[in-house]
């Protein structure tokens, strides 16, 4: 009876998380399509995300104390994001800098910029005295389960608006050559595209994406700090993979453009719901990085396992079908 009880109080516990689990998901779903953009389409190893994730929450805190609509505010979180992924791009495309490290120098930079915007470490925003888009604490809860309520639809909304919003532009000409540079970046210089444009145009929308988010999460958290953005590379890598993982398992041949973006969105959701299911269990909150980091192995390692596995299999296929072949032909001499 007590295990029952015991049972019964840690499903509740979980049912009356699962709007704000859902909700946050979905928020930093949003951040791993700009990731999506960089990591899968554009093939470029961008670490700016730590840093613009921070600046767009910052920019839309900060505008929004000062009585700027919620909706503008956002729109300059998504521009501030726009001008970090232009700086990683100029070093990159400009000065020769490699990706990677082109990113890990403006994500640097970006830390103190962040403490200029704010004036310190960290701004605080309350939901009762500003009208916030989203807040953790207008998430409805009824009869000790959880409600699927308005907070949770809006962030449906804005990720299929956005997921709409790409599938239109990478059918345009650019989002051909962004896809183009990132498949085969010398046969694009051949057919004379401009990559060094297209690497640009990828990495300003994926950290406007990045910086979008940031606003969204600083307004539901209720707060932006300079240290928000740590670790948002792990939670995006792991939204990818997890959503790459599940697609291709679940859709098959069918899983297109539109499924891999949605997908996307579904795999920061997933990676909530298993990150709450851990806390649930006891675990301490100091390992949360550490266990972010093994979801990411995990899913990471699973594909080319199946493939390595699928591989193995082949191969002892046609090992035994061509020893089968050559004794019957000794059989038949």
């Known amino acids: 009876m007590n295990l029952l009880a015991i049972l019964q109080s840690e499903l509740t516990q979980f049912g009356n998380a699962l709007p704000g689990v859902i909700s946050q998901g979905l928020i930093w779903g949003v951040m791993a399509i700009g990731v999506y953009i960089t990591y899968k389409i554009l093939d470029f190893p961008d670490l700016t995300v730590d840093g613009s994730i921070g600046t767009g929450g910052a920019v839309a805190i900060i505008l929004i104390l000062n009585g700027v609509p919620v909706w503008i505010a956002l729109v300059a979180a998504f521009a501030a994001g726009c001008l970090a992924g ?21 994500q640097i930079a970006l830390y103190s ?3 200029a915007i704010l004036g310190g470490s960290n701004k605080s925003i309350s939901v009762d005295k500003f009208p916030l888009l989203l807040s953790s604490r207008r998430v409805a809860v009824s009869g000790g389960f959880a409600v699927f309520g308005w907070e949770v639809g809006k962030c449906v909304i804005i990720v299929a608006i956005l997921i709409a919003v790409l599938y ?14 990132g498949c085969n970046s010398n046969m694009a210089r051949a057919q004379g595209i ?24 600083a307004q539901y958290q209720g707060f932006a700090d300079v240290n928000m953005g740590r670790g948002a590379i792990v939670i995006g890598l792991a939204a990818v993979i997890i959503g790459e993982v599940l697609g291709s398992a679940i859709m098959g041949k069918h899983f297109n453009f539109v499924a891999r973006l949605a997908f996307t969105a579904v795999g920061g959701i997933i990676y909530y719901l298993v990150l709450q299911i851990v806390m649930q ?27 390595t596995s699928r591989n193995s ?9 061509a020893r089968s072949i050559g004794k019957g032909e000794s059989g038949d001499a």
Request: charged share 10%; net charge positive.
């Open 113 to 115: 910029v962040n403490l």
């Open 313 to 321: 299999y082949g191969r002892a296929a046609k090992n035994a079908a």
């Open 86 to 106: 232009l700086i990683t791009g100029l070093l990159n495309t400009l000065l020769g800098i490699p990706g990677i490290l082109a990113g890990i120098l403006t």
């Open 168 to 181: 239109w532009f990478f059918g345009t000409e650019y989002g051909f050559t962004i896809r183009a540079t």
């Open 194 to 217: 401009n990559t060094k444009k297209s690497t640009l145009i990828a990495l300003v929308l994926s950290n406007g994406l990045v910086g979008l988010s940031g606003g969204l999460l």
């Open 281 to 307: 269990i006891g675990l301490d909150s100091t390992y949360n990085k550490l266990f972010s980091a093994i979801v990411v192995v995990i899913f990471l390692a699973v594909p080319y396992l199946r493939d």
